[in-house]
C-alpha cells in the first residue's frame, strides 16, 4: 500500500488492473484501517479516472455472489447517494412503482452512510428480510416483479470497508461502486448522480457495456430528477436537459421531496406515496423518475405515456400490491 499512496501523492493515477489489485487486498484485509482510510482519502481531494472507477468495479464484480436469472430482462433504480440533500426515498419508491406497472426489478440497495435513511433502512423498517436465497429472489420477481438485494449479503469482501466509510461519514468513491455492481447485473439501469463530472464518468464506463440506459443529475446538485429545477440527463442515444415543465410537472422546493429527520419519518412518507397519499410534489417526482425508467425499457414510446404508466401504477394500487408482495415472500 506503501508504493500505492506514494503514487497517488505524486498525482498519477491507477490503471484499470492495478485499482482492481489495491480494492481485492482491501477486501481481503491486507492492508490495516489506516491505510485503506489514507486511500479513500486521496479520492476525496481528486476527481477519480474511468481506469480506476472501471478496476474497482471489477473487483467488486469479481468478489461478489451472483444472482443469476436467466438473462431475463430487469432494470436497477439506483442512486450514488452522497448529494447530501436528505431527500424521501424517491429511488425505492420509483423502484415498486415500476414494478407494480409490470417491469421486473433488481433493486441493488444498502443502509445510508452519507443519508439518514437508505433503501436498506427503509425496507428493514417496514418488515422486509434482506435475502441472499436464489430460490426467494426468484420467487419475489416471478410474483412480485421485484426484489431487493441489500448489498452487504452479496458483497461480503465489503465488510471491513464497512465502518471506515461510517466513520468518515461523506461520501466516497465506494458510493459510485453502488450502482455499478450489482450482482444480478440487470440489462437495464436508471442512475442518478450527485455532480456532471460523475455524470460523464458513467457514460463513458456505460457506453462500452450492452445495458440500456439513463443517467441522471439535476443541476442543482440532487442525485435524482428532483424537480427543483434542471435536469440534465443521458441515455444511450441522446442527452437532454429539461425543465420540470418538460415532464409536465411543477418546480418542487427542497422543503416539497426533504425525507424527514429519521427512518420512521422516511418510511412514512414512503408508504403516504405507494398508498397514493402522497403530496403533489411527492408524487410527481416518483413518477417523473419512474417514468424515464419505464422509456429505459421502451424508447419508442413517448416520455409523457411513461409517466402516464407510472402514475397509474400508483393509482390502480399495483406499486402499493407489488410491495406488499414483496414483503410476504421470504
Sequence with gaps: MKTILNKLFEHQRLTRSEAKEVLIKISTEEYNAYQVAAFISVYLMRSISVEELTGFRD????LCIPVDFGGMHSIDVCGTGGDGKNTFNISTCSAFVIAGAGYKVTKHGNYGVSSICGSSNVLQHLGYNFTSNQDVLKRQIDQANIC???????????????????????????????????????????????SLKVLKLYHFILEQTSTRYSIIHSLDGYDEVSLTGEVKIIQNTRTLVESPGYFGVSTCTANDIWGGNDVPAAAKIFMNILNGSGTKAQMDVVSVNAGIAINTFKPEISLADCIMEARQSIHSGAALNAFHKLVSLY
Aim: proline share 12%; charged share 15%.
Design 148 to 194: 431487493f438485494l441489500h448489498a452487504p449479503l452479496f458483497h461480503p469482501a465489503l465488510k471491513s470497508v464497512g465502518p471506515i466509510r461510517k466513520d468518515l461519514g461523506v461520501k466516497t468513491f465506494f458510493n459510485l461502486l453502488g450502482p455499478l455492481v450489482n450482482p444480478a447485473k440487470p440489462t437495464h439501469q436508471l442512475i442518478g448522480v450527485f
Design 59 to 62: 473487483a467488486l464484480l469479481e
